[in-house]
């Protein structure tokens, strides 16, 4: 399907990696970051909307941009979380997909 064309899955999940840390981020610096519905639903519809703008839809994404809002465990990764999983894995991914 076009929505999990190596592209799409590598930039997507990137992309919600990203914008579950900056949500999650700017939402705890306003003192927020405890109202984790609020944090999860800006996490996800922000990578809705990013996902959109650089056409790289990927649904899935939305799980790892919900993951770092709603499970405090991963906060600590802060910006390392795009990294990994959200790059890496993807690659990996992608990669395995390739192959087989």
């Known amino acids: 399907?076009?929505?999990?064309?190596?592209?799409?899955?590598i930039l997507g999940n990137t992309i919600a990696g990203f914008m579950g840390v900056v949500t999650y981020t700017i939402l705890n610096a306003m003192g927020l970051g405890e109202w984790v519905w609020l944090c999860a639903a800006f996490a996800v519809s922000t990578t809705i909307v990013a996902q959109e703008i650089v056409n790289a839809v990927h649904p899935p994404g939305g799980?790892?941009?919900?993951?770092?809002?709603?499970?405090?465990?991963?906060h600590e990764f802060g910006f390392g979380w795009v990294v990994c999983p959200a790059f890496a894995g993807s690659v990996v991914l992608v990669l395995v997909g390739l192959i087989t």
């Open 1 to 9: 399907t076009p929505l999990a064309q190596p592209r799409n899955v």
């Open 63 to 74: 799980a790892t941009a919900l993951l770092f809002a709603m499970v405090p465990a991963l």
